[in-house]
Antibody, heavy 120, light 107 residues
């Protein structure tokens, strides 16, 4: 059973960079069966897909965030990471990492989510 | 981007009732649609993939149907543990997009 766990600062100052890491256990991040995605959810609102990375290192980003987002993978640590720069209060949300099945893009496995607040 | 419009945004029903949620896509997405359940404070959980396929371990009272631009999600007999918000998600095109959610409550 694949498990994902997000980690990173819960508070980020405006204009700075939000950095989160997702550690994958119970499976290999080098699996060809999954993309590794980031999704966020502002309080009381819906889900927004941020982007994803494949084991090859290829990435796809949501155009709405593309200019500010970088997703990377560290296969030696079985982790993938999110960096979102120039954050504002609008980036305050619960951030989830998720395993996105390669063949039909269903999010099979999710982390528990981590709240990131952007505030001075 | 493909816009996913869910309705209603919320509903209240009695235990044992049949509940139906609709999801409309802004363009033809074939059957490239998934449904998730999210309980308060928890991550979403996959229920239905490929519009109508029940994820392993999910109770059979949950079902999905539809294709192209119109999809439905049904709970045939609402149970107290089904109180949650339900989301559709399209994967026909990037970016992957979700519907706005339907909050289901017990009357």
């Amino acid at each position: 059973q694949v498990q994902l766990q997000e980690s990173g600062p819960g508070l980020v100052k405006p204009s700075q960079t939000l950095s989160l890491t997702c550690t994958v256990s119970g499976g290999s991040i080098s699996s060809r069966s999954y993309y590794w995605s980031w999704i966020r959810q502002p309080a009381g609102k819906g889900l927004e897909w941020i982007g994803r990375i494949y084991t090859s290192g290829s990435t796809n980003y949501n155009p709405s965030l593309k200019s500010r987002v970088t997703i990377s993978v560290d296969t030696s640590k079985n982790q993938f990471s999110l960096k979102l720069n120039s954050v504002t209060a609008a980036d305050t949300a619960v951030y989830y990492c998720a395993a996105d099945y390669y063949y039909d893009n269903r999010f099979d496995y999710w982390g528990q989510g981590t709240l990131v607040t952007v505030s001075s | 981007d493909i816009q996913m419009t869910q309705s209603p945004s919320s509903l209240s029903a009695s235990v044992g009732d049949r509940v139906t949620i609709t999801c409309q896509a802004s363009q033809d997405i074939s059957n490239n649609l998934n449904w998730y359940q999210q309980k308060p404070g928890k991550a979403p959980k996959l229920l239905i993939y490929g519009a109508s396929n029940l994820e392993t371990g999910v109770p059979s009272r949950f079902s999905g149907s539809g294709s192209a631009t119109y999809f439905t999600f049904t709970i045939t007999s609402l149970q107290p543990e089904d109180i949650a918000t339900y989301y559709c998600q399209q994967y026909d095109n990037l970016p992957l997009t979700f519907g706005g959610g339907t909050k289901v409550e017990i009357k």
